[in-house]
């Protein structure tokens, strides 16, 4: 499908200060981590997949096609590496899989008389339900 390594070797990483509550520690240390990865001048993925990434995930990307994750969500910043990187593999793998071509199946038989049934006897319901005509 993609070389995992190949693409990991392209990210570029940035370490940022963390947001909310944490006291002092949040004040010193950069410990929210930026991923990066820029989809156009990626070698690692075919022009196919470049392709299908960008339908994919357009409303992701920015207009030089890059896409940017982020987490913040541990203290430690090694933590925070792992987890963007590897929700940012699952995002790849996912969006990487092209849809089937849906096949139109025909309607059963039995399933259109079955319908065909249920609107007659809807009908005669109501016709009984009017007055008698009376000539």
Do not use: W, Y
């Not at 947001?19 to 981590?33: E, F, L, P, R």
């Amino acid at each position: 499908m993609f070389d995992e390594q190949a693409i990991l070797n392209e990210l570029n990483f940035k370490a940022i200060r963390s947001s909310g509550a944490g006291g002092q520690h949040v004040n010193k240390t950069a410990s929210k981590v930026e991923l990066s990865f820029d989809l156009e001048a990626s070698e690692a993925l075919s022009e196919d997949q470049k392709e299908l990434l960008k339908t994919n995930l357009e409303s992701r990307l920015t207009k030089a096609s890059v896409l940017i994750m982020q987490c913040g969500e541990s203290r430690s910043q090694h933590k925070n590496k792992a987890t963007v990187i590897s929700r940012f593999l699952e995002l790849i793998r996912t969006n990487l899989i092209e849809d089937k071509e849906r096949i139109p199946t025909k309607i059963p038989k039995a399933v259109v008389k079955k319908r065909l049934a249920n609107k007659r006897k809807l009908s005669e319901k109501k016709s009984n339900r009017k007055p008698p005509q009376i000539d």
